[in-house]
């Protein structure tokens, strides 16, 4: 009885929503299988070109998923809080050696599995695999929204539409990022980022000091976005939560 209200009590302070769509019994099933790990900022938890070892369910923190260009430059491809995981190669069957980085921008905490027992258990547990390849599928739709943002928005409406991405995944409205940091990610120069964040500033949506961001008004910010964000939230909610009302 105490072991089953030790587990009890685990099962209900999962933050990742992904595993919080399972039924009690299948969560129970996974979380033998899951570590409790600390996420460390700039650590990195998988390297360029390598076998993808462990996966990560984000429970606080945000990881940034890079590419690199033919320059050897690194942008950011997608970003991983709380909403999600970081074995979309392992999980779609394919790559076990993907060529994206992944990197903890903004430390705090994850569940850790290893790639044979994610595969094990994606066997056994049919709703398990379901959520997974349903949070796959997202990511896809997402990263070509990203694509198509980049290519017909301008910097200050990405930049917006980057931060109310973060908030959602970090679960919070203080960002401990630097201008060089997002400028990096966002594959611009950093004088524009300082910029684009001055006019959110002005306009009461943030407040930026040395390494923080403090989103004070989300709806500003959301003003200041193109739809691109409310468009990948309609489709997280429809294919991860199961919202059928949300296109």
């Keep these: 009885m105490e ?8 099962a209900s302070l999962v933050r990742n929503r992904l595993l919080r769509q399972l039924s ?11 570590e409790p790990v600390p996420l460390r900022q700039r650590q990195i938890l998988h390297h360029w070109n390598t076998a993808m ?11 940034s998923v890079e590419a690199k260009t033919d320059r050897s430059e690194t942008f950011e491809t997608w970003t991983v809080g709380s909403e999600g995981m970081t074995g979309i190669p392992l999980v779609l069957g394919g790559d076990r050696v ?3 980085r992944r990197v ?22 049919p709703a398990f695999r379901d959520i997974l390849l349903r949070y796959a599928q997202f990511v896809l739709l997402q990263t070509s929204q990203i694509g198509v943002c980049n290519a017909h928005h301008s910097l ?43 006019t959110l500033e002005r306009s009461g949506a943030i407040e930026h000091a040395r390494g923080m961001i403090h989103i004070r008004d989300v709806e500003s910010l959301q003003k200041a976005s193109c739809g691109c964000h409310r468009l990948l939230r309609g489709h997280y909610r429809r294919l991860v939560m199961g919202d059928p009302n949300r296109l």
């Design 3 to 10: 072991a089953r209200n030790l587990q009890t009590a685990r």
């Design 24 to 34: 009690p019994a299948d969560l129970q099933s996974v979380l033998t299988l899951l």
């Design 53 to 63: 070892r462990w996966v990560y369910f984000i429970e606080k923190g945000l990881v």
């Design 98 to 100: 993907p060529p994206h």
């Design 104 to 125: 903890v921008h903004v430390g705090g905490g994850a569940l850790q599995m290893a790639a044979q027992q994610l595969r094990e258990k994606m066997e056994q547990l």
């Design 156 to 198: 200050q409406q990405r930049l917006s539409r980057w931060l109310l991405a973060a908030v959602d995944g970090l679960a919070a409205d203080r960002l401990p990022l630097t201008h060089q940091a997002i400028s990096k990610l966002l594959g611009v120069r950093r004088a524009s980022v300082t910029d684009c964040l001055a």
